[in-house]
């Protein structure tokens, strides 16, 4: 396969995201600590949604998700698999996808679920603290899937949200490998490897090819505070592995060969929502093209970057022709 043309399937929770600006003491209020995850049913985000009286905003999401539309943008190859509702939601997220030229041969539909959301609660600091109802997403299950979701893949991305979902997980890997698939695993966030870290050294060692994660991933996953000894560690597990410093920009490890990639710092940060999903479709799709790893880790530098200038995680189209003339260069 000729490079440029490697296709890309996405598996995780196809999820609409509601965005909202809310002060440092509003935290506190909710269920859970800031910057993190946690999992709440309808009527909890609800009543969330309820104490704040501006309206959210709603963009499609989702960890896997948003990586995806990130490499559709750049014009990778790509499709989906997940679950939505059968809803006006999730029609226009399926809709959305395509118009980027995505696959959409393996979204899953039940009429049982509307579609999941995620919502972001953005503090002036510009971290974002998410609760998730998963809605419909939550019901994609191993039945649901088969060798055709893999056919003409050359690599799988997942995101640890799927660790909560052990079988569905498992039966993922199992066919992704089957059908000669690479794996990247991002891990999304420090919560999730908490609750599944007896399983995650495992999962990295019998199938991950490449994995993400952040300071507070790496901390948590590794139990040591020097990262430098933390990526050393994970890139034992698997292939390559990539630990993100924030606006320390990031270190990357694959085999014996080691870089250290800038940040490329944003002067006022509107909100970090799919800073580390969209760093990670940067980094992509430059290991799919055959780039260096310092070139790997530019990428993602440059669409992490782009993402925190704007409220959610879709970068306006009018930025995507400056960023791939950026790449070019």
């Not at 704040?52 to 948003?66: E, F, I, R, Y």
């Not at 999962?203 to 901390?219: G, H, Q």
């Not at 669409?303 to 925190?308: D, P, Q, R």
């Amino acid at each position: 396969m000729k490079k440029g043309t490697r296709k890309v399937l996405g598996a995780g929770s196809p999820i609409l995201d509601l965005l909202l600006n809310v002060g440092e003491d509003f935290i506190p209020k909710i269920r859970g600590g800031k910057g993190g995850m946690v999992m709440v049913d309808a009527t909890e985000m609800n009543e969330i949604i309820g104490m704040v009286s501006a309206v959210p905003s709603k963009v499609p999401g989702g960890s896997s998700a948003n990586t995806i539309f990130g490499l559709a943008k750049l014009g990778t190859p790509t499709a989906f698999l997940g679950k939505v509702g059968d809803d006006e939601e999730g029609r226009f997220y399926v809709q959305r996808y395509g118009s980027m030229g995505g696959d959409l041969r393996s979204f899953k539909k039940t009429s049982d679920k509307p579609t999941g959301r995620c919502l972001s609660l953005v503090t002036p600091d510009s971290e974002r603290t998410m609760r998730t109802d998963l809605g419909a997403a939550a019901f994609l299950s191993p039945d649901d899937l088969s060798d055709n979701d893999f056919s003409g893949i050359y690599l799988l991305h997942t995101e640890g949200y799927l660790l909560y979902n052990r079988p569905l997980l498992m039966e993922i890997f199992r066919l992704a490998k089957k059908n000669s698939c690479l794996i990247s695993l991002d891990l999304a966030s420090y919560e999730v490897v908490g609750h599944s870290k007896d399983i995650i050294s495992e999962l990295l060692e019998k199938y991950v090819d490449i994995v993400f994660a952040n300071e507070d991933e790496a901390r948590t996953l590794t139990g040591t505070d020097d990262m430098s000894k933390a990526l050393d560690l994970l890139s034992e597990k698997c292939g390559t592995a990539a630990v993100k410093l924030g606006k320390k920009g990031s270190m990357i490890k694959s085999g014996s060969e080691r870089v250290f990639s800038s940040a490329m710092i944003v002067e006022k940060p509107v909100d970090t929502t799919g800073a580390g999903d969209l760093w990670a479709a940067g980094f992509l799709h430059g290991y799919l093209n055959g780039k260096s790893l310092q070139d790997c880790g530019k990428y993602g530098s440059l669409l992490g970057a782009e993402v925190v200038k704007v409220m959610g995680a879709a970068i306006p189209d009018e930025k995507w022709i400056e960023i791939k003339k950026q790449i070019k260069q």
